[in-house]
């Protein structure tokens, strides 16, 4: 475990944010605006004051955070905050009215503030390492590959456990923009265990059946039913009644020739329309084999099953664009 999560932004509505996220809005909407993106294309708007959060089961009490953020103009707010398992928040990083950042415990003086200013008004790639401790606590924060805050020997944990299992973001006074965002823990080899620099998240669509059509379409091919540019639950999908069938995909190439793939996560729109208990699972056809992910329980509501894949299923090392290229992507119903 290293590569715990990555968002494009750019495969989902507003409204799917449950879906995806474990909670969203704070005192203002958010919305994906279609254009706005660091490529032209979909981003995250937020709004005033929105926050939205996700849990995570991290290998270890350090978290690597990277994202791009587009502030319109300087407004003093925290940007990113980190939880406990307790809902305790433990830490966090902001930007002060002045353009600096700083870095510090909640209700406590700053540990760190920056002397370099943050440029408003365009695309910052914004990472962030912390490290949660009682004592030898870390934290360091770059901006488009320069350090901005670096502090050691800090005491980082502010309540309850020591460690982080949720994060959350959140925009200041002004809606901000949101794009490309990767998060890992600190467990495991380079690079997935450290800053990753300026990255983008792409998103994939399916273009055409794989080598595997297993589960019954609500009407046409089953490629057409999950080929859609953000999820349009009930209006068409792809069912099964029992456990073993697999449906497996081609997706557009890798967008980028020649760039390095830090890794790819499989997002399964889904639900269970009935009661009792079933079980569903990614699958990532490489060479031949069906090489199927770890189990998710679906509920009776539209939920986001995620895998993040840092490596190649099929081969146990870094994806190539050639193996990315030849994959195929789908799911499988387990039990």
Known sequence: M????????????AADYPQKYNGAGMSGPASIQTTLGRRGGPCMQSGNGTMW????????????????MNFPVASAADMIRWYDSGGNEQYH???NSNRTLYAGKPFSAVDATSTLLLTVGGYNYIETKVLIAD??????????????????????????T?????????????PTLMHDMYVLDGVGAAPW????GDCRVDVRAVTAAGATTGWTPSTGA???????????GDTDYNSVTASGPTDTFVVQDAPVVGATIYGVQTV???KKMDAGACTIASVIRHSGTDNVGANFNPSTAYTMALQAYQTNPGTGVAWTEAGFNAAEFGYKRTT
């Open 93 to 95: 990083i902001g930007l």
């Open 53 to 68: 959060s996700r849990a995570f089961i991290p290998g270890d009490n350090t978290s690597v955070v990277g994202m791009a």
């Open 2 to 13: 290293s590569l715990l999560f990555m968002d494009s932004f750019a495969h989902y509505l």
């Open 222 to 232: 089953n490629w057409q039913n999950v080929d859609d540019a953000t999820p349009n």
């Open 135 to 160: 004592s030898g606590g870390t934290i360091e924060v770059r901006v488009n590959g320069v350090v901005y805050i670096a502090a050691t020997g800090l005491d980082t944990k502010q309540s309850g």
């Open 193 to 196: 265990n450290n800053f990753l």
């Open 162 to 174: 020591a460690g982080w299992s949720r994060i959350d973001v959140i925009s200041g006074s002004f």
């Open 268 to 270: 399964i729109s889904n």
